[in-house]
């Protein structure tokens, strides 16, 4: 059961910060937000994870609101590549399963 | 590492023919998850594996389907007989065990049924 609300589709400049945003109004106490993206007829990859702090890696920044409801998943300079379908999931950390929902289609635009 | 390995990347088949998908994970993942991905249902869980074992198979859409973990170094699902609604691409991955927030994913089989 997809327990997030994404926007079904979103367009960004190149070079540009690309700023997902995800709801997650009935998050648990226990249940961490994760972000996975689908590029076009690849499986699913891994981008960043997070409970209640903001997270940074190499590929992206996680905003988590003070009440934990909705995040953000921000990629700082959006390329053509990065074109795909982002997931945004909540998960317990003990959970062993990913219910991928539908997705946000990002489309970078040169 | 090569990552996760699936075969065939395509197969074309005959309704009520045997299909038979295969994975290879990623060396030292203990946990392996089979999905199918089809635009109307999106992606969907069937079947995960801890050490070999199967742990939930409530995924599975039917008799149908099986799938198998005989060693920690390859895992098979298979169709019998194949229907034209099984059509999909299906994806497998492996994780160093079920826990693991990154589940590392295969290119996929892309599955059609005729």
């Known amino acids: 059961d997809a327990k997030t609300t994404q926007p079904t589709s979103m367009d960004c400049a190149e070079g540009r910060a690309a700023n997902l945003p995800c709801n997650h109004s009935?998050?648990?106490?226990?249940?961490?937000v994760y972000w996975y993206r689908q590029i076009h007829s690849q499986g699913p990859q891994y981008i960043i994870h997070?409970?209640?702090n903001n997270e940074t890696n190499e590929m992206a920044s996680l905003i988590i609101t003070e009440d934990r409801k909705s995040s953000t998943l921000i990629l700082p300079h959006a390329t053509l590549r990065d074109t795909a379908v982002y997931y945004c999931?909540?998960?317990?950390?003990?959970?062993?399963?990913?219910?991928f929902g539908t997705g946000t289609s990002l489309t970078v635009i040169p | 590492d090569a990552g996760v390995i699936q075969s065939p990347r395509h197969e074309v088949t005959e309704m009520g023919q045997e299909v038979t998908l295969r994975c290879k994970p990623i060396?030292?993942?203990?946990?392996l998850f089979w999905y199918r991905q089809t635009m109307m249902r999106g992606l969907e869980l069937l079947i995960y594996?801890?050490?070999?074992?199967?742990?939930?198979d409530s995924g599975m859409p039917e008799d149908r389907f099986s799938a198998k973990m005989p060693n920690a170094s390859f895992s098979t699902l298979k169709i019998q007989p194949s229907e034209p609604r099984d059509s999909a691409v299906y994806f497998c991955?492996?994780?160093?065990?079920?826990?693991?927030?990154?589940?590392?994913f295969g290119p996929g089989t892309r599955l059609t049924v005729t």
């Open positions: 991955a492996s994780s160093v065990d079920s826990y693991s927030y990154e589940q590392y």
């Open positions: 009935t998050i648990s106490g226990n249940e961490y």
């Open positions: 997070g409970l209640k």
């Open positions: 999931i909540v998960r317990v950390a003990s959970g062993n399963q990913f219910y």
């Open positions: 060396s030292g993942h203990n946990s």
């Open positions: 594996f801890n050490n070999n074992v199967p742990i939930d």
